[in-house]
C-alpha cells in the first residue's frame, strides 16, 4: 500500500466508525414476503426455486403499471403508492423530489445511496438543474420519509431477512418504474437513471428492464448481491447477522434476481448506454468485484464508459473526486440525452 492509499483506507475506516447505529439483526428466512408460509419445512428450496424463477421471469417479476395517484405538491414533492404492499403503511407511500429544468424533453430520476437522508445528493440533483435537466430524486423503500416506525436505519433494504430483502429490492425497482412512467406523462421523452452504492444496482436493474430508459449513470459497480454483504466494510453487520445460516454461495443464488450480474450474464445490457464510475481503493464494492462486472459486461455485448479514480466509497464525495465524478457524469448524461 502506497502513502495515498492508507490515507483513503484510514479515511473510509473512520466515516464507516462514524455510525454507531449499526446492529446485528436476526436472521429470518423471511418467506411471508415471497409469497411463501413461514412454517414451511424447507426454506432454503423454498427460497431457491422462487429466486430461480424470478430470474428467469424477471420482466414478468419487476412489471408495474403507473400509479393512479400521483400528486405533486407546492413544494415540488411527488407521491404515490407503491405498487408492492408490505407490512410497514409508512413504507408504502412513495416520496420523490423534483428539480425542475429548463430543457422539457430530457430528465433523469435519481436513485441514492443506501441510508441516505431526505436532502442527500440535492447537490447533484442542482448540478443537472443548472444544466437544463430536471431530476426527480427518489426516496428508496424504508429511507427517510418511508422509514418503518421504530427504526434509525433502513434494515429492510439490506438486512439479514432473505424474503424481505428480496421484496424490498423489487420494490425499488418497481417505485423507479413509476417514476419513469410519471415523468413520461408529463412530456419528457429522453430518460436516464443515476444511481449510486445500491442506487446503482437498483438503478442498472431497471435500466435493462424499462425500455424508454435511453442511459444509465452509475457510481460504484459491483456483481452480486450477496458478495458485496458478505465482503463489504459497510454491511459486515449485515454478514454477521447470517453467518452461521447461509453460505456465502447460497446467498448469492438466493438473492441473485436483485443482483446486476445474472442481468448482464443473459446478454440485458448489450445496447444500453452506460457511463460507470467507480474507487480504485473501494472497501465497499470491492475492486475485484468491479472488474468482475465490468469485464462480463464486455463479454456479453455491453460497452460501458468507465472512470476509475484514486478514492475509496465514502471518499468519492471528497474534493477532488467529487468535482471529476460529478463533470464526467453530467457531460455524459446532457450528452446521451441530448
Known amino acids: 500500500m502506497n502513502w495515498f492509499e492508507r490515507r ?29 408460509d413461514p412454517m414451511d419445512p424447507d426454506p432454503a428450496g423454498y427460497v431457491r426455486k422462487y429466486a430461480a424463477w424470478a430470474i428467469e421471469n424477471s420482466k414478468e417479476w419487476f412489471a408495474c403499471e403507473a400509479a393512479e395517484d400521483y400528486q405533486l405538491d407546492a413544494e415540488n414533492v411527488l407521491t404515490f403508492t407503491s405498487s408492492l404492499p408490505t407490512l410497514w403503511p409508512e ?43 430536471t431530476s426527480l430524486k427518489l426516496s428508496l423503500p424504508y429511507h427517510n420519509r418511508r422509514m418503518a416506525k421504530g427504526h434509525e436505519r433502513a434494515d429492510q433494504l439490506v438486512g439479514p431477512n432473505i424474503g424481505l430483502t428480496l421484496q424490498a429490492n423489487r420494490q ?11 415523468l413520461e406523462s408529463r412530456g419528457f ?4 437513471i443515476l444511481g449510486t452504492s445500491i442506487g446503482s444496482s437498483v438503478g442498472y436493474i431497471t435500466l435493462v428492464h424499462d425500455a424508454a430508459l435511453q442511459a444509465g449513470g452509475f457510481f460504484h459497480v459491483s456483481t ?3 458478495d458485496v454483504v458478505s465482503q463489504g466494510m459497510t454491511t459486515n ?34 445496447g444500453k448506454n452506460a ?28 460497452t460501458p464508459k468507465t472512470v476509475e479514480l484514486a478514492c475509496g466509497h465514502y471518499s468519492l464525495e471528497l474534493a477532488p473526486f467529487s468535482y471529476i465524478a460529478g463533470y464526467r457524469m453530467l457531460t455524459f448524461l446532457r450528452g446521451a440525452l441530448s
Open 237 to 270: 453487520h449485515v454478514w454477521e447477522g447470517m453467518r452461521g445460516h447461509v453460505t456465502v454461495d447460497e446467498l448469492r443464488e438466493f438473492w441473485a434476481p436483485i443482483s446486476p450480474m445474472p442481468y448482464v450474464e443473459r446478454g440485458m445490457g448489450a
Open 172 to 182: 425499488a425497482v418497481q417505485d423507479s418504474r413509476r417514476c419513469l412512467r410519471w
Open 275 to 302: 457511463f460507470m464510475v467507480y474507487g480504485k481503493y473501494d472497501p465497499t464494492f470491492l475492486p475485484g468485484l468491479t472488474e468482475q462486472m465490468l469485464d462480463s459486461l464486455r463479454r456479453h455485448g455491453a
Open 91 to 133: 413504507n408504502d407511500t412513495v416520496h420523490a423530489r423534483l428539480f425542475p429544468g429548463k430543457n422539457k424533453d430530457a430528465a433523469v430520476l435519481v436513485l441514492p445511496n443506501w441510508n441516505a437522508k431526505w436532502h442527500g445528493q440535492d447537490g447533484l440533483c442542482l448540478w443537472l438543474q443548472r444544466l437544463g435537466i
Open 189 to 192: 421523452s429522453k430518460l436516464g
Open 224 to 226: 452480486y448481491f450477496a
Open 8 to 36: 483513503i483506507r484510514r479515511y473510509e475506516h473512520r466515516r464507516w466508525a462514524t455510525d454507531d447505529n449499526r446492529r446485528v439483526q436476526p436472521f429470518d428466512w423471511g418467506l411471508e414476503h415471497i409469497g411463501g
